[in-house]
């Protein structure tokens, strides 16, 4: 009988795969379509540490898929000088790394962790800058302005998703004993959902006792504060003994992780760092590499709002949702103030809570629930910046990344001897005067020049 029902699963899986995966897809690309390349560098002196090498201090599997096309964040020392490439490179802080850099990194037997820029820390307002995404995987050259790397992470991503399975184990009638593996662990993991048979995490660190009593089997960890405890299931399988000292943000029981709970108790970053890790384990698990800076661009635009628990001196509302970095900024400029700053703390969304977050409701409303998104900018009187894909294209507007992009759009042509000069000037009128810029739009400007020019000797006939 299960035999025969596996069959079956096998074949109801390659017609329902395709689907899944497709809707995925488009669930990437519309929460992460608004990420372009927008400046070289952002200038933050943020970034995260990835680990060289295991405990046993051999260099770790799928190294190359973490760090390779990378910027480092800080140089790399061994007894205070810097590790050299064999051609005698240094790597200091700003080096890309590549195949070169790698091998040096691995022969530095010292080194165990590393300090990279990544898109997960990077500080520009709209988009990201090319310093923290580093190279182009698709060129090998540093990534260019107006890059639509938000697209390349969603397709890098959603592509492969038709090679996972589909299945969810089922380790023969044991309740809740059910391991999602494949596409649907891919799914959970995106749309931060909570995984069932999740394991239990500890709040607070301290000495872990075990009483089983009749109020049921639980974990007792008491700290030197407060005390903690834990009922377990029937069927939990424990990760801690008797008087053991531990951490907070301890995993007690197997299974896997709440993200919200790993996000509440260890932080933003240990939260960015499961995703990306279980994200990758599924992907792996099936023989697709894929590098972790996409996924990295998911995450972002997961954790990319903030929700104000304390207003201090600024002009948000309290529960407010605001954009992590829009936060930052406000609680500098009141900080050289002299004023109180405000707190929040970081939220987590799922894919499609966070395409629906974005700031643009043009893009919001063309994803789901239309009616509902209408209704609600209507209602605030929301203002829409055009700053991403789908909504330049909504309303047949040149999209702002590749040669759409600002810098490309607004070039001045120069002449011969490398004078500046304006388009207007060159058509044999009076130059522009200093202070007033180029036409936002230089072609439909130059179009409605014909258009004067005609008109002219009318004027002067009368």
């Keep these: 009988f299960i035999s ?9 899986d390659t017609a ?31 970034g995260i540490t990835i680990a060289v090498r295991d405990e046993a201090g051999a260099p770790i599997r799928n190294l ?115 391991i999602t593996h494949g596409l649907p662990r891919v799914v959970e993991l995106f749309e931060a959902r909570t995984p069932k048979g999740k394991a239990i995490l500890s709040e607070v660190g301290g000495t872990v006792s075990l009483p089983d009593d009749e109020d049921g089997r639980r974990v007792v960890v008491t700290g030197k504060d407060e005390e903690a405890e834990y009922p377990l299931s029937r069927f939990a399988r424990l990760r801690v003994r008797e008087g053991e000292l531990i951490e907070p943000g301890t995993q007690l029981t197997e299974g896997p992780l709440d993200p919200k709970e790993v996000l509440e108790i260890q932080g933003v970053r240990a939260a960015q760092q499961y995703l990306v890790d279980q994200v990758q384990e599924v992907y792996r698990s099936q023989g697709v590499d894929i590098h972790d800076k996409h996924i990295e661009m998911i995450v972002r635009q997961m954790l990319r709002k903030v929700r104000v628990v304390n207003t201090g001196d600024s002009s948000y509302l309290p529960a407010e949702l605001v954009d992590d970095r829009e936060f930052l900024e406000t609680n500098r400029e009141l900080v050289k103030e002299g004023q109180a700053p405000a707190e929040g703390r970081p939220e987590l969304m799922g894919i499609t809570k966070a395409s629906l977050a974005t700031e643009s409701w043009l893009s ?68 522009l005067p200093e202070e007033e810029g180029l036409p936002a739009n230089p072609a439909e400007w130059l179009a409605s020049l014909g258009t004067q020019a005609d008109d002219e000797p009318a004027d002067a006939d009368e």
């Design 16 to 46: 329902l795969r395709t689907a899944d995966s497709g809707y995925l897809t488009r669930r990437l690309v519309d929460v992460s379509q608004e990420v372009i390349v927008r400046a070289p560098d952002c200038h933050t002196d943020r």
């Design 64 to 178: 190359r898929n973490r760090v390779f096309g990378r910027q480092l964040a800080d140089d790399v020392k061994v007894d205070r000088k810097l590790v050299q490439t064999a051609v005698g490179e240094k790597l200091r802080a700003g080096t890309l790394l590549r195949r070169r850099e790698l091998e040096a990194l691995i022969e530095a037997t010292e080194v165990d962790t590393i300090r990279v820029r990544s898109v997960l820390t990077c500080e520009e307002r709209h988009g990201i800058c090319g310093a923290c995404y580093g190279q182009s995987l698709a060129t090998g050259h540093p990534v260019e302005m107006g890059e639509a790397v938000g697209i390349v992470a969603a397709q890098s991503i959603g592509e492969p998703g038709t090679q996972l399975t589909m299945r969810t184990f089922h380790t023969g009638g044991v309740a809740g004993e059910d």
């Design 364 to 431: 919001a409303a063309s994803f789901q629930e239309t009616t509902r998104v209408l209704t609600e900018a209507a209602l605030q009187g929301k203002s829409d910046f055009l700053r991403g894909l789908k909504e330049n294209v909504i309303i047949g507007k040149l999209i702002p990344a590749g040669t759409g992009a600002d810098q490309y759009q607004s070039v001045q042509p120069s002449l011969p001897d490398a004078t500046v000069v304006s388009a207007r000037g060159l058509f044999g009128e009076s130059d």
């Design 4 to 12: 025969t029902h596996g069959a079956r699963m096998g074949l109801a």
